[in-house]
């Protein structure tokens, strides 16, 4: 059973049962927040400590109560102990509110430090489990990071959390009819990263066939690293899950104020099937929440 100090104005130690999220679920919590069009460009997690990795395994449903708010939960049951984390985005109308709450309330002891080169908040209880949350302010907005299992999830190791937090920038959606079926991909940015979910249709032969047939394929990826506007990432390591057939090729993109050029050159023999797909076309971005 996974237990962590609670972020909110219930109780300072809960039990939270995360259900392990699909290979794409940074990317579709991304999009919820992006959907909020909130401005400054708000802030998400893009690295965990290492007991909570890989990060889209650990990643729970991600609450948005509003429209400035949202928390993501982390958890991760282990033979070495449970590791949770939890981060959130304007879970107080104020640092006053949430000095208050943890501070009188919750009997929270209270360390001035930096975060991010800002000022902020080291919150610590000392009675039962060891629980710590960090607190600060950037972009006009309260964020708080914090743990209750300090044996899975050190004080340096939430730090790294949080320097590790970036800009959302936006999520995009499109698709492209085609001869041989229609393809469709989501990309998700931030200001370091691309995570992106792309399905393909092909054309594929066989010897002896008259006619060519049609297979789809798929790959996904989290959280990589892109090079300034452009991106690009192997088909063959990033196959979508439950993908058999031995896909190779690589997925290209560049980002522009209008949207994610997307670029699909893939490859694949099996069985006798010779499978090609050479597609181009935009992503834009997701509507905003109404």
């Known amino acids: 059973m996974i237990r962590i100090g609670l972020f909110g104005l219930t109780v300072a130690l ?15 919590q991304y999009r919820e927040i992006d959907e909020g069009r909130l401005s400054p460009a708000p802030l998400v997690p893009t690295r965990v400590p290492p007991s909570l990795r890989p990060i889209e395994r650990s990643m729970g449903s991600q609450r948005v109560r509003s429209g400035r708010r949202y928390s993501f939960r982390f958890a991760k049951e282990s033979a070495s102990g449970d590791a949770v984390l939890v981060f959130d985005r304007n879970a107080h109308r104020s640092m006053r509110a949430f000095l208050r709450e943890y501070g009188r309330r919750l009997g929270f002891k209270r360390k001035g430090t930096r975060i991010r080169g800002r000022r902020g ?8 489990p060891p629980t710590r949350v960090l607190a600060w302010r950037e972009g006009g907005a309260l964020y708080t990071i914090g743990s209750g299992t300090p044996r899975r999830v050190s004080l340096s190791q939430l ?19 085609g001869s041989f079926g229609e393809s469709a991909s989501e990309v998700a940015l931030t200001d370091r990263t691309v995570s992106a979910r792309v399905d393909w249709s092909a054309q594929c032969t066989r010897p002896g066939a008259t006619e060519p047939t049609a297979r789809g394929g798929g790959a996904e990826a989290t959280l990589l690293r892109r090079s300034g506007n452009a991106f690009s990432f192997d088909i063959a390591g990033n196959r979508r899950d439950g993908e058999e057939f031995p896909w190779t090729g690589t997925i290209g993109g560049s980002v522009s104020r209008t949207g994610v050029g997307l670029t699909i050159r893939a490859n694949g023999t099996s069985e006798g099937d010779t499978c090609t797909s050479n597609q181009a076309y935009a992503l834009t971005r997701v509507a905003p929440r109404r």
């Not at 908040?121 to 039962?128: A, D, E, I, K, Q």
């Open 14 to 28: 809960g039990v939270v049962l995360v259900v392990p999220m699909p290979a794409h679920a940074v990317l579709e």
């Open 121 to 128: 908040y080291l919150m610590t209880r000392p009675l039962g």
């Open 159 to 177: 730090r790294s959390t949080a320097a590790g937090l970036q800009r959302l920038r936006g999520y995009y959606s499109g698709e492209a009819p």
